[in-house]
């Protein structure tokens, strides 16, 4: 039995009036790639933003049902959104650096989260430098931190992106399609990537291309007008879905 | 030659392909009479610059010469009829048509005005100086009664003193007070209600303040005369109840939608990726407002503090009223003073047209014109560049 990282119980989110999830429970389990698949507007990733209740910006969300991350209920009323987000780090699907430089990219979160104390010059080279070291950016920005982040290629800023969350040792990572901006090679190096983090982090992409998810993932989630609809294996899935409505999805009778 | 033939035999006339613009008149002349009423706005825009740069060009150029005691000296009444018709015209200066249709008893005025002008010239060491020149416009003269020299601006004396320094001390004095009140309080509300304040609440206050605009100049200027001074002297206890700081705060009023409105814009245009970015590492909204939205919208937030200063600059009605119109040069702003746009608004409307006085108000206003416009265009340019920076550092 593995450590389950997330597990959620009778998840139910309304935007307005309009339910967008219905009745979702699901275990998802600690240093795997987990993929949501399904049609668009199945609420792949509401889901998603569920986990680091980015959703609640928009002020007219409602939740019910209970989230557990490291068994707190991210639910509760105590739970400080600040923390939350440290420890649930998000990826979007446009790569969005934030204005500044490479460098302040990646200190970016310690800036915000750290003591004084730890914010010494010597510290955050070091972590920029694993940071970037991680996913595959030191040897081709360690001369150029200085460079704005949006002068990147689109590759290299999804890495970045990607590398700016390492410093805060997050548990999870939710990916919102994070490849559909980049070309082939792109998406491959991204791929790459996930698969060298596996292990250390709990990571959820959600994605459009199927393909992408049968390559790229352990598990996967189908989900289908808010619910979902199966949650295996990704090959047991895609080679014996066991609900028809996933083998019309899979086959692409449907979406 | 058969001309080809086409399937039921029509030809390519036939749905008018031909017919170039006339195939849609009226496209064509609403077209036009836009073209016309858009060349003609920028037209009549120059032509007024043109109008008073051409008024005050005569001071620009040191043609004007506005001595108490002219050089030429003046003639008895009698020798009226010794003088032939032109050296008469040209002694009353008067144009051709003005002389061909005055009689003889009006000459016999005007000769009469000219004498007793020339009989009440000041007994004034000063009274031949050309007051109109850039050294007594621009810098410190001891005038006959003062025991230092100093810079005044005093059109109606009997030595016409137009020192235009303490226009400009008063114009800027009323200006910095308004900014200092407006910015912080303008940017305040903007930043808030483009990045904290709840939709709701935004759909309310960001119409709102913008209303501010609309309110008509003189009454800001009645509430800073009638509310705003006897409150701020009662608080700040100074002396002069009318002052560049009460003139300020009212101005401030004027100037504070003008700058939350660019300024929120300008906030609400950077990508909500990068406020999303933020918030999904841990910022509070806060600090996402402040560390990164902020930053990345600086150029904006500036080109609204320009936009503000050219309003504050060129507003008139509110100084007229709330300043106390003393024209010193001092620099409290506790001080009653006396901005270029005020001294314009009371003054031309009792100068003599075309003479010096006229000419120096103009040229106080082609000053005002330049300010704005240098104003206006950096802030415009400066907004240009952020477009820029947004829009294609993506």
Not at chain 1, 128 to 142: R, Y
Request: glycine fraction near 6%; charge should be neutral.
């Amino acid at each position: 039995m593995m450590d389950l990282s997330i597990t959620t119980r009778d998840l139910n989110l309304w935007y307005a009036k309009f339910q967008a999830l219905r009745q979702v429970s699901v275990e998802i389990k600690h240093g795997l790639i987990t993929s949501l698949i399904g049609p668009s507007g199945c609420g792949k990733t509401t889901l998603l933003r569920c986990f680091n209740r980015v959703n609640e910006r928009y002020g007219y969300v409602t939740t019910t049902g209970e989230i557990r991350i490291l068994g707190k209920n991210i639910y509760d009323p105590d739970v400080s959104l600040v923390e939350l987000r440290k420890s649930v780090g998000m990826v979007f699907q446009r790569p969005n650096p934030l204005p500044l430089s490479v460098y302040e990219n990646v200190v970016f979160g310690l800036r915000i989260h750290g003591e004084r104390h730890e914010l010494e010059r010597a510290r955050l080279d070091e972590a920029v430098e694993k940071a970037l070291s991680e996913v595959g950016l030191w040897d081709d920005l360690k001369d150029r931190l200085d460079t704005k982040a949006s002068t990147l290629q689109l590759e290299q800023q999804q890495k970045l992106c990607i590398a700016r969350l390492l410093p805060l040792k997050p548990e999870v990572i939710l990916l919102d399609e994070p490849c559909s901006a980049l070309d082939v090679d792109g998406t491959r190096a991204i791929e790459e990537l996930l698969f060298s983090l596996k292990g250390r982090y709990t990571m959820l992409i959600v994605t459009h291309n199927m393909a992408q998810a049968r390559r790229a993932s352990d598990e996967c989630l189908y989900m289908l007008l808010g619910e979902i609809v199966e949650h295996r294996r990704t090959e047991d899935l895609f080679l014996h879905p066991q609900d028809p409505r996933t083998a019309e999805y899979i086959e692409g009778r449907y979406g | 030659m058969a001309e080809p033939s086409h399937p039921g035999g029509r030809r390519p006339g036939w749905q008018a392909l031909d017919r170039g613009q006339r195939a849609r008149p009226w496209e064509w002349v609403a077209e036009q009479a836009i073209r016309v009423v858009s060349v003609t706005a920028i037209v009549l825009v120059f032509l007024i610059f043109v109008f008073v740069m051409r008024e005050a060009l005569p001071v620009l150029l040191g043609r004007v010469n506005s001595a108490a005691a002219q050089e030429r000296r003046a003639l008895p009444v009698e020798q009226m009829d010794r003088l032939d018709p032109e050296e008469l015209r040209q002694y009353l200066e008067l144009s051709r048509k003005e002389f061909a249709e005055m009689d003889r008893d009006t000459l016999r005025l005007l000769m009469e005005v000219k004498l007793e002008a020339a009989e009440e010239v000041p007994e004034d060491k000063d009274a031949p100086l050309n007051t109109a020149a850039w050294r007594y416009l621009l810098g410190p003269h001891q005038w006959t009664g003062y025991d230092r020299p100093a810079y005044i601006w005093q059109p109606v004396s009997s030595i016409h003193k137009y020192n235009i320094v303490p226009l400009i001390v008063g114009s800027l004095k009323t200006s910095v007070v308004a900014l200092l009140f407006a910015v912080p309080l303008a940017l305040a509300a903007a930043l808030y209600v483009s990045q904290l304040a709840p939709p709701r609440l935004k759909e309310w206050v960001k119409p709102g303040i913008e209303l501010l605009a609309g309110i008509p100049s003189v009454v800001l200027g009645f509430f800073g005369l009638v509310v705003l001074a006897t409150f701020l002297q009662q608080v700040c206890g100074y002396a002069s109840r009318l002052n560049a700081f009460v003139a300020g705060i009212a101005l401030g009023l004027a100037c504070i939608p003008v700058i939350f409105s660019i300024a929120e814009d300008a906030l609400t245009s950077v990508p909500r990726s990068f406020s999303e970015a933020a918030l999904a590492l841990g910022s509070s909204r806060w600090q996402a407002a402040w560390q990164v939205v902020l930053p990345a919208a600086v150029p904006g937030v500036f080109a609204a503090i320009v936009l503000g200063f050219g309003r504050a600059v060129g507003e008139t009605m509110v100084v007229l009223m709330a300043s106390g119109n003393a024209s010193l040069l001092t620099w409290s702003v506790f001080d009653s003073t006396r901005t270029m746009t005020a001294t314009i608004a009371a003054e031309l409307a009792e100068t003599v047209f075309g003479g010096h006085h006229y000419r120096i108000l103009f040229l106080l206003g082609a000053l005002l014109f330049a300010v704005t416009f240098l104003s206006n265009l950096l802030g415009e340019l400066v907004i240009q560049r952020l477009k820029r920076r947004l829009e294609g550092g993506r």
